[in-house]
């Protein structure tokens, strides 16, 4: 199975914050790497698809890069609604495999 | 607008069979995968399994031995069942759309206990 390790595993921010979450694969998976945010209680929402695709109807300040087999998912200015816990994913292979999530609290 | 909506019990006993539904409204089933994703409380997502829509499956290696994704595309529905069910089971389980999960159900969660 491919590993994908998050980083860091929680972080505080303020609003209006620039946020960035890594995703390490444990080996190639081209660019089949998609992000969620998931919310208490709800299920879990498309951001990011194929590492840089923004989904429809996702705001502009999320944005997915890609270097090698790390991924990163940037928030360009934190919302109060941007609070929530975020995952990766792989669709390179199955099983197709999610990152433990990382939680942004508010400082 | 595609909708999912899972539907089962929320209570199983042990050793028994776990059976979810997902109907898939305001779009066909016909094409795309078709998957279930749990998540057990306060841990993170696990995908389980898909069924495509011509009926091929892909199953996680742990699961594979009890588990059955199938797809009903006259009812366009698509469905769950996980065997021998212990506690470790007990999750809110999701069916989502796709390689990448652009379509949630709510989730519901099942209880797996006596």
């Known amino acids: 199975d491919i590993q994908m390790t998050q980083s860091p595993s929680s972080l505080s921010a303020s609003v209006g914050d620039r946020v960035t979450i890594t995703c390490r694969a444990s080996?190639?998976?081209?660019?089949?790497l998609n992000w969620y945010q998931q919310k208490p209680g709800k299920a879990p929402k498309l951001l990011i698809y194929?590492?840089?695709s923004l989904q429809s109807g996702v705001p502009s300040r999320f944005s997915g890069s890609a270097s090698g087999t790390d991924f990163t998912l940037t928030i360009l200015s934190l919302q109060p609604e941007d609070f929530a816990t975020y995952y990766c994913?792989?669709?390179?292979?199955?099983?197709?495999?999610f990152g433990q999530g990382t939680r942004v609290e508010i400082k | 607008q595609v909708q999912l909506q899972e539907s089962g019990p929320g209570l199983v006993k042990p050793s028994e069979t776990l059976s979810l539904t997902c109907t898939v409204s305001g779009g066909s089933i016909s094409s795309y995968y078709w998957n279930w994703i749990r998540q057990p409380p306060g841990k993170g997502l696990e995908w389980i399994g898909y069924?495509?829509?011509?009926?091929?499956?892909s199953y996680t290696p742990s699961l594979k031995s009890r588990l059955t994704i199938s797809v009903d595309t006259s009812k366009n529905q698509f469905s769950l069942k996980l065997s021998s069910v212990t506690a470790a089971d007990t999750a809110v389980y999701y069916c989502a759309r796709g390689r990448h999960f652009d379509y949630w159900g709510q989730g519901t969660l099942v209880t797996v206990s006596s």
């Open positions: 994913q792989q669709s390179y292979t199955t099983p197709w495999t």
């Open positions: 194929a590492a840089s």
């Open positions: 069924s495509y829509y011509s009926g091929s499956t």
């Open positions: 080996q190639s998976i081209s660019s089949y």
